[in-house]
């Protein structure tokens, strides 16, 4: 007993300093990030435009449709409710092989001439980026003939839940950018679903902070793939032959928003809020399960960390300085640094366990178990200051969002974020390694609903 205790013991330190080191190198480059929020360099939220002023362009609003009968309907109804300017043409993509969804797009093609609905050439499901080019080489033959006017793309997933005060704001947004992203805003639902609102947290903060760094910063800014427009000009810049769109990229959004950064386009993460103190944002129900939480944090992790690192580089703005270079790189580290705070994460419970286990066994075989020396405690205790602070921080971020008492529950939902980190990293590492060996990729997508409205629906506030 007492060989097996002194293995535990060591398998603990071992561990455990492994952990401690990353956490500490992490936790630091979070504190610099905090401390740059702290500090004022975010943009300030800004004023709304009336949401009744009209549109000085036209906007096409692409929405891929893959197994989306659940919410498609009720979607669109909202949407075209709540933006009823003649100004915008909603192009819906859709496949011949899903019958539901044409049928509940047919029906509001009857009801509003506004709504397209584009039949995919090639049964689904192909990609995201596959169907948003199919929907882009519509809009053109649209633009050729007359039927619809160049000015900017506006993208929407078949979830979401539009914002009326969105559609103004993008378009003067977009009179000094090339492209826009809003804040997304999970909606937590009824209930006490911890899957679900670990979203909540994790957006509040990196919408809340991240993204209005990175935006004022110049570094490169991902686009979510919802809330976020284009002019077309600039997406001309980056249409080949199908379209500009990656279509064989599971983050599609998220390369997007890289490759237009490398061509010089003009980016701003807006944060604006309207008269009644509502924040300006994308809203929608995020998974409840923790299978379909998994599987779509898989596709995140796997584009942007493993498979955009692979495809996109490490990109810059065109003529950068050294400084906006270096920043730009340390953001896309942010963003690629995920696989080793995961393998951390499983290192750090190990070892928690694993030493757990050593003093039980030695309290009963009367072993006395040490586990590392001064350097080490003192480097966990610095660790445990940090951590301290980023649950401060993940919490201010989401009670500010959601209110007090979910910015106290976002302490304790943490620990569902790392064990989905662990699980997700898993399976993105396995999925990229086929994916090098040539399985295609497929529309992995998860299954959706939309909220009940005009029933109540609990629109976040943020007036900082």
């Known amino acids: 007993m007492e060989a097996l205790t002194l293995f535990l013991a060591a398998i603990a330190f071992e561990l455990g300093l492994f952990a401690a080191v990353v956490f500490a190198l992490f936790g630091i480059d979070d504190v610099a990030v905090d401390t740059l929020y702290i500090a004022g360099l975010a943009d300030p939220v800004r004023a709304a435009p009336d949401p009744a002023s009209p549109l000085q362009r036209d906007f096409a609003l692409f929405i891929p449709a893959w197994a989306e009968s659940r919410v498609i309907g009720a979607m669109l109804d909202h949407c075209l409710l709540a933006w009823p300017s003649p100004r915008l043409i909603v192009y819906v993509g859709v496949y011949a092989n899903d019958f539901a969804t044409m049928q509940a797009v047919t029906q509001r093609v009857a009801r509003d001439r506004r709504v397209r609905m584009v039949v995919n050439e090639r049964p689904g499901p192909t990609t995201k980026g596959d169907c948003l080019n199919t929907l882009w080489r519509r809009f053109r033959q649209d633009v050729a003939q007359g039927r619809a006017r160049k000015g900017a793309i506006l993208i929407h997933d078949a979830e979401d839940m539009v914002d009326p005060a969105a559609l103004p704001l993008l378009d003067q ?60 000009d600039v997406l001309d810049q980056l249409a080949g032959r199908d379209g500009p769109f990656p279509a064989d990229s599971l983050t599609e959004d998220y390369e997007l928003g890289m490759r237009l950064t490398a061509i010089g386009g003009r980016a701003d993460f807006v944060r604006a809020v309207a008269a009644d103190g509502r924040l300006i944002a994308s809203r929608a129900y995020f998974p409840e399960r923790i299978e379909a939480a998994v599987r779509q944090k898989t596709r995140w992790l796997r584009g942007n960390a493993l498979e955009g690192w692979r495809r996109i580089g490490w990109v810059k703005p065109p003529g950068a300085s050294l400084a906006r270079s270096i920043v730009s790189c340390w953001m896309l580290w942010r963003d690629r640094r995920a696989l080793l705070a995961a393998v951390a994460t499983l290192a750090a419970y190990t070892a928690m366990f694993a030493g757990l ?103 976040a506030t943020d007036r900082r």
């Open 357 to 459: 286990a050593a003093f039980a066994l030695g309290a009963m075989g009367g072993t006395q178990v040490l586990i590392g020396g001064p350097l080490a405690w003192l480097l966990a205790s610095f660790n445990l200051v940090l951590l301290v602070w980023r649950l401060a921080m993940r919490g201010w971020f989401t009670g500010r969002v959601y209110g007090w008492q979910q910015g106290c529950m976002a302490v304790f939902r943490q620990p569902v974020s790392n064990v989905i980190l662990v699980m997700t990293a898993w399976r993105a590492l396995l999925g990229h390694w086929r994916g090098l060996g040539g399985q295609p990729l497929v529309w992995d997508k998860t299954t959706h609903h939309f909220p009940d409205w005009p029933a109540t629906v609990s629109l």
């Open 173 to 232: 947004s977009l009179r000094t950018a090339d492209f826009v992203q809003l804040p997304v805003i999970p909606l937590m639902g009824r209930g006490n679903h911890w899957i679900r609102r670990h979203y909540c947290d994790e957006f509040a903060e990196a919408h809340g902070k991240e993204l209005a760094i990175r935006s004022a910063l110049g570094a490169p800014l991902p686009t979510a793939g919802v809330g976020c427009a284009f002019r077309v």
